[in-house]
């Protein structure tokens, strides 16, 4: 079964990098048949999905428009792990952050715990 | 403003069928068949009910099932009981390999 552990700040200042990590156990963060995603949900944005990054023979990314300017995923194999940075952040990107692993088409089927992330100075 | 378009709330009493209702574009459900529901109990994170429009991952109960007609798609429990009350979200992959969800529909057991 796959399991997925957050972790990272629970706060950030304005114009910082949002840096947050998720492990994985139970999966190969290469494997050929995952992609490994970040989203957020806040009262004001709802459910938002902010990208992913998937290895079918060589790395790929897909980012929401909404934040494709700002945002990075990296996947480290050497720790089954990947990590989300969100540069230059303001206050409206206060929100639960969460790691999902999706398969294919088939829907994100396993999530981290979420972390909240306030933007504060 | 959400991609997609779901009802604010919907309710019912326990044993009732309600539908919650997921409106988007040929660009996301209609032009794909990867539409996925998700349940969310307060401070939990959402829990995969549905994938590809109609099937149910495993561990999901059969109470849950779901289609799509055109542009919208649809999401079904019937005999309602007190611990399907929650938050809903439906979402879509979209042309440009994005992921879009819907605003999230609270559903009530009276």
């Known amino acids: 079964q796959v399991q997925m552990q957050q972790s990272g700040p629970g706060l950030v200042k304005p114009s910082q990098t949002l840096s947050l990590t998720c492990a994985i156990s139970?999966?190969?963060?290469?494997?050929?048949?995952?992609?490994w995603n970040w989203l957020r949900q806040s009262p004001s944005r709802g459910l938002e999905w902010l990208g992913r990054a998937y290895y079918r023979s060589k790395w790929s990314y897909d980012y929401a428009l909404s934040v494709k300017s700002r945002i990075t995923i990296n996947p480290d194999t050497s720790k089954s792990q990947f990590s989300l940075q969100l540069n230059a952040v303001t206050p409206e990107d206060t929100a639960v952050y969460y790691c999902a692993r999706g398969l294919m088409m088939k829907g994100l089927d396993s999530w981290g715990q979420g972390t909240l992330v306030t933007v504060s100075s | 403003q959400s991609a997609l378009t779901q009802p604010a709330s919907v309710s019912g009493s326990p044993g009732q069928s309600i539908t919650i209702s997921c409106t988007g574009t040929s660009s996301d459900v209609g032009g794909y068949n990867s539409v996925s529901w998700y349940q969310q109990h307060p401070g939990k994170a959402p829990k995969l009910m549905i994938y590809?429009?109609?099937n149910r991952p495993s561990g999901v109960s059969n109470r849950f099932s779901g289609s799509k007609s055109g542009n919208t798609a649809s999401l079904t429990i019937s005999g309602l009981q007190a611990e399907d009350e929650a938050d809903y979200y439906c979402s879509s992959y979209r042309t440009s390999n994005t992921l879009v969800f819907g605003g999230g529909t609270k559903l009530t057991v009276l």
């Open positions: 590809e429009v109609s």
């Open positions: 139970g999966d190969s963060v290469s494997s050929n048949n995952a992609a």
